[in-house]
């Protein structure tokens, strides 16, 4: 039977600053369809999703809704024509209960004023469709991240629903809230809705996703269906090379730093922050890469966070070169030569309204002092030398840092800390959503730092990544240190045994259960 398309955009093509960020692309999504938008970054899959749900306008080309061309001149126009975005961070607001997020701006009125009542009993019948057993009258901020995704896909749902953009949105779940999304994704497939599923987790395309295109420099390499493609073509096609090319990289330091009779250039001993973590030692070298692994809670972020000065200790001691040091905020971090690189870029990263050369001098103007400015030649110099050296693309200083891909605004956050000169670098998930490409780009600059003689933290939720990247691996379970293992003594198995339970044979180790 012929279905014709509910969202159909022909020769679309997008220029910024003279770039073309889109060339000539087609693309088409169908009625009950879970869609898959691949490419690296830079592909040109943010701003084909910006053009479709009204953020940006086409220089040429057109967008059919229904058949029907359509020009969206912002995004509350493409949401009321029935195309909604679900956000890698939840915009929504955690101080209102959910019923109120629900139903923000569409609240259902009596005698002048909202009907309470109203509210909260179609905000539930919005949660009771998909499933979801969440109190309406609750504060949306008392849940997890992934609860609070759910109610904006049931916002989204309480409205005329055709077409559902979901952005990067298992990125921080862990496997149950993943199972939970994909329940709540095929019961809005089954409706007819067609849904775009945008992530970098193979593995959870192709299980999810009917079909897969496939952009490449703004240009598009082909639609496909997921069944008919395979996992390697797909790689292929993104890279414009052989996936082969990656996965032969070393990107591990060479040299194995001696731990033998040499002082850590930090040791923490016992250090812990109550209900955050238990009593935990680590021990840090120079010119190594240690990595952190853990589910979903474990305590990974929590441990660099204590060892970098950004959370204050309730207990234990923290040794810098052997000498006592005292860990009560960023500041005395910073002193220490500790430079930590957050997983949130949003929040706690890249400040995207400023160019790329105000984010790379920002840390390094923080520190001399806001009445001592850094001279515009000396911001010029650094964050030419910086871009050069870790290759960010495009190459303008004065380009917007929020304009840049998600692997380019890493790289701008790396530069921002290196610009500082740190003795150890605190990585927090810096490969998160961002493509296959720019990964090994990252791995390889951590493996570069290393060898240079910085000491590397380095936070995964990729058990093969820290494997990879890491030279010694501390492993956490439920908020604790379990155990630090050279990285050549273990293989991925063991390691996935060990962070989801403490006995290889319980029957729920490695299936993402803390």
């Known amino acids: 039977m012929h279905v014709d398309p509910v969202v159909e955009v022909s020769g679309a093509s997008v220029r910024f ?111 009771g469709s998909l499933g979801l057993d969440i109190d309406p009258a609750s504060p949306l901020g008392s849940y997890s991240l992934a609860v609070q995704q759910l109610v904006a896909i049931a916002r989204a749902v309480s409205a005329d629903l055709k077409v559902l953009v979901l952005d990067e949105p298992t990125s921080s779940l862990d496997q149950d809230e993943v199972t939970e999304l994909f329940r709540v994704i095929r019961e809005l497939r089954s409706r007819g809705v067609a849904i775009l599923f945008v992530s970098h987790f193979l593995e959870q395309v192709y299980e999810i996703c009917d079909r897969v295109t496939v952009l490449r420099n703004g240009e598009l390499v082909g639609e496909y269906l997921t069944t008919e493609l395979l996992r390697i073509d797909l790689v292929q096609k993104m890279l414009g090379r052989e996936a082969a090319q990656l996965e032969s990289v070393e990107v591990r330091p060479e040299t194995q730093p001696s731990v033998v009779d040499s002082t850590p250039v930090l040791s923490a001993t016992a250090i812990e922050r109550r209900g955050m973590l238990q009593p935990a030692d680590v021990d840090l070298y120079e010119g190594e890469v240690v990595g952190l692994a853990g589910l979903l809670g474990s305590g990974r972020t929590e441990l660099a966070r204590l060892l970098a000065g950004i959370d204050g200790i309730d207990g234990g001691a ?79 200083p004065e380009r917007p840092a929020g304009s840049l891909s998600g692997g380019n605004q890493q790289k701008v956050m790396l530069a921002r800390l290196l ?81 989801a339970s403490a006995d290889p044979d319980d029957p729920q180790a490695g299936s993402g259960i803390a």
């Open 318 to 396: 923290i040794l810098i070169g052997g000498a006592p040091a005292r860990m009560s905020g960023p500041r005395d971090g910073l002193r220490a030569g500790i430079a930590y690189s957050s997983e949130n870029r949003k929040l706690e990263g890249i400040i995207g309204e400023l160019t790329v050369r105000e984010n790379i001098t920002l840390a390094l103007q923080a520190e001399k002092g806001w009445l001592r400015r850094i001279p515009r030649a000396r911001q010029d110099e650094l964050s030419a030398s910086w871009i050069e050296a870790l290759d960010i693309r495009p190459a303008d």
């Open 17 to 127: 600053a003279g770039d073309a960020a889109l060339s000539n692309v087609d693309f088409r999504m169908f009625p009950g369809e879970v869609h898959s938008l691949m490419g690296e970054n830079g592909a040109g899959k943010s701003t084909l999703i910006r053009a479709i749900t009204g953020v940006i306008p086409l220089d040429s080309g057109v967008v059919r809704l229904d058949g029907v061309p359509r020009t969206f001149a912002n995004p509350r126009q493409a949401q009321k024509a029935g195309i909604r975005t679900v956000y890698q961070e939840v915009d929504l607001l955690p101080n209102l209960t959910v019923a109120e997020n629900i139903m923000l701006g569409r609240e259902p009125r009596r005698r002048g004023g909202i009907a309470w009542g109203r509210m909260r009993s179609d905000a539930r019948d919005a949660l």
């Open 419 to 499: 610009a500082l000169s740190p003795r150890i670098l605190a990585l927090d998930e810096p490969t998160r959503g961002i493509d296959v490409g720019a990964k090994v780009e990252i791995q390889r600059l951590v493996s570069e730092l290393a060898e240079s003689g910085m000491t590397v933290l380095f936070i995964s939720a990729e058990l093969e990544e820290v494997l990879r990247v890491g030279h010694r691996i501390v492993v956490l379970r439920d908020r604790e240190v379990i155990a630090t293992l050279d990285s050549e003594d273990v293989s991925f198995e063991s390691l996935l045994a060990l962070v």
